[in-house]
């Protein structure tokens, strides 16, 4: 008979028709239906505990209750151990129970608290119930997990303390490379550690404006490699091997000069990178000519001398003060020198001939085809490579003047 109204009630639900409804009335049965099946999981839960207590599992040839809940009940191995611990710890929490069997909290919040229970024990939990049930109802369940940990804290700071040194023992980063050249990280920091990081990727992270087409995802990439630019950049590292830890890019002149046949270039630690790439580290950077003999001996060294000079890099901070790109307001830190005919095709190193890009806009010139040109009274005019769609990325348009 029981089952007999739950199948009446699916087929309700099967037979309507939901097209006509309106949003506000979807958005209500969404609610109304999670809230239902938050009430069946504490029925489900009520009787998932009797039956652990029962070892109802041994009886049907399982090791174990989550072995069970795995495989008869379609649950991860995560998932299983959750329902486990909420039917475990229920019984011992009836407000928590109570608010569960009438929908009024989510089973969720529930096993955020029965998993409270198996850290502090039901007697601290219970002192503060209340004060979780009325959390419960303000907060999703990720939140009231903040809760849950200050009780922690407050009840058992031995074991906090144990669990925040086992957390940060467990940190470690891998930093691979793909057969295609591309980086791939994956990591874990303490809770310290992933707060710092992110408190200065978010400082690095450019605001989002009209036109940006990357992704969240991108942007925090892009932050991260502008974190370890700016710091090579700075020269405040420790040498190693002599030397002050820098990138490093190998090129023939044919290569820079773009000439049909010429070889890649090669990046430390990497694969070949483009003659457009190559370009774009050679606009502003330490240069070392290397003159080789006929079987590719090094014959003679030259000295080592920077594409852009401090004095004219100098010079070109105070007149452009940020990226020229047009829309971009990246300060100096963040900024190449650029020149805009490059020296390697006759262009001056000079302050007629160079501006602040930062390294995004910078690359759209170079790898992108972006065009930049000088307009009246000191603008920069950026003009879009033929091939993009009218709205298809970032700002265009001119420059504001350059400050006089
Ligand atoms: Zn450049
Ligand atoms: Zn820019």
């Not at 852009?308 to 452009?320: E, T, Y």
């Amino acid at each position: 008979m029981r089952s007999n109204t739950i199948q009446t009630l699916i087929s309700d639900l099967e037979r309507e028709d939901i097209e006509p409804l309106t949003d506000d009335a979807l958005a209500e049965d969404v609610i109304e239906l999670r809230r239902t099946m938050d009430r069946m999981e504490y029925q489900c839960s009520r009787r998932l505990d009797l039956f652990a207590r029962r070892h109802g599992y041994i009886t049907l040839g399982f090791v174990s209750l989550i072995a069970w809940l795995r495989r008869a009940c379609r649950l991860l191995p995560g998932a299983a151990v959750q329902h486990a611990e909420v039917a475990r710890n229920l019984p011992s929490l009836p407000d928590t129970s109570a608010a569960l069997a009438a929908g009024d909290i989510g089973f969720h919040h529930a096993a955020v608290i029965a998993h409270s229970v198996t850290e502090v024990g039901a007697e601290a939990v219970l002192r503060h119930e209340s004060t979780l049930l009325e959390a419960a109802h303000n907060l999703d369940p990720k939140y009231l997990t903040h809760v849950t940990s200050q009780i922690r804290y407050c009840e058992d700071p031995d074991g906090t303390l144990a669990d925040a040194n086992d957390n940060h023992e467990r940190r470690y980063l891998h930093l691979s490379q793909t057969w295609q050249g591309m980086f791939v990280i994956d990591g874990r920091l303490d809770a310290e550690g992933g707060a710092t990081l992110r408190a200065a990727l978010n400082a690095l992270e450019e605001m989002w404006y009209p036109g940006d087409e990357r992704t969240g995802r991108q942007r925090r990439a892009d932050a991260l490699v502008e974190l370890a630019r700016q710091r090579l950049d700075a020269g405040t590292l420790p040498e190693v091997g002599g030397q002050k830890p820098h990138l490093s890019v190998t090129a023939p002149i044919a290569t820079l000069m773009k000439e049909p046949g010429a070889p890649a270039g090669e990046l430390d630690w990497s694969q070949p990178i483009t003659a457009d790439t190559v370009r774009r580290v050679a606009c502003d950077c330490a240069m070392t000519r290397v003159l080789l003999g006929p079987n590719s001996e090094p014959i003679d060294v030259g000295r080592c001398t920077r594409t852009i000079q401090p004095a004219l890099r100098r010079a070109l901070v105070v007149r452009d003060r940020q990226c020229r790109f047009p829309g971009c307001d990246r300060p100096p830190d963040w900024c190449d020198g650029h020149h805009l005919i490059h020296w390697i095709d006759g262009g001056e190193t000079s302050l007629a001939n160079t501006c602040l890009l930062c390294r995004r806009h910078h690359r759209f010139v170079h790898e992108l085809g972006w065009q930049l040109s000088w307009g009246d009274a000191g603008t920069i005019i950026a003009t879009k490579p033929w091939w993009m769609k009218p709205a298809a990325i970032g700002p265009c348009g001119v420059a504001p003047p350059l400050a006089s």
